[in-house]
T-cell receptor
Framework: GAVVSQHPSRVICKSGTSVKIECRSLDFQATTMFWYRQFPKQSLMLMATSNEGSKATYEQGVEKDKFLINHASLTLSTLTVTSAHPEDSSFYIC??????????FGSGTRLTVV | GEDVEQSLFLSVREGDSSVINCTYTDSSSTYLYWYKQEPGAGLQLLTYIFSNMDMKQDQRLTVLLNKKDKHLSLRIADTQTGDSAIYFCAERKGNKFYFGSGTKLNVKP
């Protein structure tokens, strides 16, 4: 079946630094990937839609300059949290669209900003 | 708009059936999904149902959809301790998923 890999699975960073999270589709090409954020004991909220070769589309209220998304190839999208602060601590999950194969979610990245 | 609601907790005994309920507001959703999330892990797709279906069964899982009431349920037969997790229902419109808050299922031995 389709597999989406996220890396790293856990990361702890200092306040003010930037963190990059990778989302890879391992055995299929994904023209569209999605980034979600999950606060503790809450649901997942869509942050942005990432399209290969073009700019990401951000949901209302999501700062595009803070959450930089790059979808440079059909198998890789990256989310960079810039100048991270403790309130950015969260669980970030990506999803990749496989066409008729549907949507596959990654295993998630737990970000802790200290 | 999109508003998906679930009860937060459910506790059952091992061997009993579990029923997790979900309501949604947008009748134009094309597919409705159930995902399972274990602690610290990502989302595992359990099953989904197309919006023009009433029921779908897959081994121990039964999904019921009442379009009139915009109500979706997931029944897990013969619940096991390994079923303990958070279950999310979600509706999909186009490429976007809208998730409920998740129901934490606790299975007691």
């Amino acid at each position: 079946g389709a597999v989406v890999s996220q890396h790293p699975s856990r990361v702890i960073c200092k306040s003010g630094t930037s963190v990059k999270i990778e989302c890879r589709s391992l055995d299929f090409q994904a023209t569209t990937m999605f980034w979600y954020r999950q606060f503790p004991k809450q649901s997942l909220m869509l942050m942005a839609t990432s399209n290969e070769g073009s700019k990401a589309t951000y949901e209302q209220g999501v700062e595009k300059d803070k959450f930089l998304i790059n979808h440079a190839s059909l198998t890789l999208s990256t989310l960079t949290v810039t100048s991270a602060h403790p309130e950015d601590s969260s669980f970030y999950i990506c999803s990749a669209f496989q066409g008729a194969g549907g949507y596959t979610f990654g295993s998630g990245t737990r970000l802790t900003v200290v | 708009g999109e508003d998906v609601e679930q009860s937060l907790f459910l506790s059952v005994r091992e061997g009993d059936s579990s029923v997790i309920n979900c309501t949604y507001t947008d009748s134009s959703s094309t597919y409705l999904y159930w995902y399972k999330q274990e602690p610290g892990a990502g989302l595992q797709l359990l099953t989904y149902i197309f919006s023009n279906m009433d029921m779908k069964q897959d081994q121990r899982l039964t999904v019921l959809l009442n379009k009139k009431d915009k109500h979706l349920s997931l029944r897990i037969a013969d619940t096991q301790t390994g079923d303990s997790a958070i279950y999310f229902c979600a509706e999909r419109k186009g490429n976007k998923f809208y998730f409920g808050s998740g129901t934490k299922l606790n299975v007691k031995p």
